[in-house]
């Protein structure tokens, strides 16, 4: 007989739920094929993300682990995240008297090191000395994700300026026209792609006599986004085969962040 679900910190509260739920309910709960209710398997989805487990550890008071990951793929393949970051980015923006969509972004990325399910597809990244993936992301001037691309760790950050400048216009509706990066995206290609899309580059250089840490303008805030997500152990390495898991997971996490912000400040209760 299965042990009673003991509570684990990872679980979505019931404010959280109720917001995410109708995101993730792609077939009716009452459906017959259904066996394992939704909010339990959301909750192993998440707990997996933040303790990092294989999926072969998942604790036994969850569904099973085939179940949870083939939902899992389901979530990833219809999108279900991003449409709840994108919501909920618009909804944090709002309550803090900002625009719900952003005229202002930030570019940079992070290297993975990969493992032996991502290895065939990793690059190595001479700068950091590791082989691996590269996540690129984009976010507002609040740190909220609004994209994010997986390559080979030796591809260059100049290179995805443009996918990265048209996924950003299209969620947002064309409102971004600026975006900082660091001087790794210098250059005529990587401004003339933004400059393409209505996004003018702004390159955020380092002080001519650098001594030790120095914080940048505005550079700061992405580099806060990927510390959020360091704090979810399934991204402190590429353990995925596909890169658009690994993608999804990032929208996933941010969702989480997002929803105990949102939860916080008394958002999901209207």
């Given at each position: 007989m299965k042990k009673p679900h003991p509570g684990y910190p990872s679980d979505v509260s019931d404010e959280e739920w109720a917001f995410a739920a109708p995101y993730l309910t792609l077939m009716s709960e009452a459906a017959p094929q259904r066996e394992y209710p939704l909010r339990s398997l959301f909750n192993a989805v998440r707990y997996l993300a933040r303790t990092g487990v294989p999926w072969h550890y998942l604790p036994g008071d969850f569904p099973a682990w085939p179940a949870v990951y083939q939902q899992l793929r389901r979530w990833l393949e219809a999108r279900c995240f991003e449409t709840m970051v994108d919501d909920l980015r618009q909804l944090l923006r709002t309550a803090q008297g900002r625009p719900a969509e952003p005229s202002a972004i930030l570019l940079d990325s992070r290297t993975l090191q990969s493992t032996p399910e991502s290895g065939h597809r990793a690059g190595y990244d001479g700068a950091k000395r590791r082989n691996g993936s590269k996540v690129h992301m984009a976010v507002d001037t609040l740190g909220h994700l609004l994209a994010?691309?997986?390559?080979?760790?030796?591809?260059?950050?100049?290179?995805?300026?443009?996918?990265?400048?048209?996924?950003?216009?299209?969620?947002?509706?064309?409102?971004?026209?600026?975006?900082?990066?660091?001087?790794?995206?210098?250059?005529?290609?990587?401004?003339?792609a933004a400059a393409e899309q209505g996004i003018a580059l702004h390159v955020v250089k380092l002080p001519a006599a650098k001594r030790g840490f120095v914080l940048l303008p505005?550079?700061?805030?992405?580099?806060?986004?990927?510390?959020?997500?360091?704090?979810?152990?399934?991204?402190?390495?590429?353990?995925?085969?596909?890169?658009?898991?690994?993608?999804?997971?990032?929208?996933?996490?941010?969702?989480?962040?997002?929803?105990v912000k949102a939860n916080h400040i008394n958002l999901l209760s209207h």
């Open positions: 994010a691309l997986v390559t080979p760790a030796n591809e260059q950050d100049r290179a995805q300026v443009a996918a990265l400048a048209e996924e950003v216009q299209a969620i947002t509706g064309q409102s971004v026209t600026l975006a900082y990066v660091d001087q790794g995206y210098t250059g005529q290609e990587p401004a003339q505005k550079r700061w805030v992405v580099e806060r986004s990927f510390a959020w997500a360091a704090r979810f152990r399934r991204l402190a390495r590429d353990y995925e085969r596909l890169t658009s898991t690994l993608e999804g997971i990032h929208y996933l996490v941010f969702a989480c962040l997002m929803l």
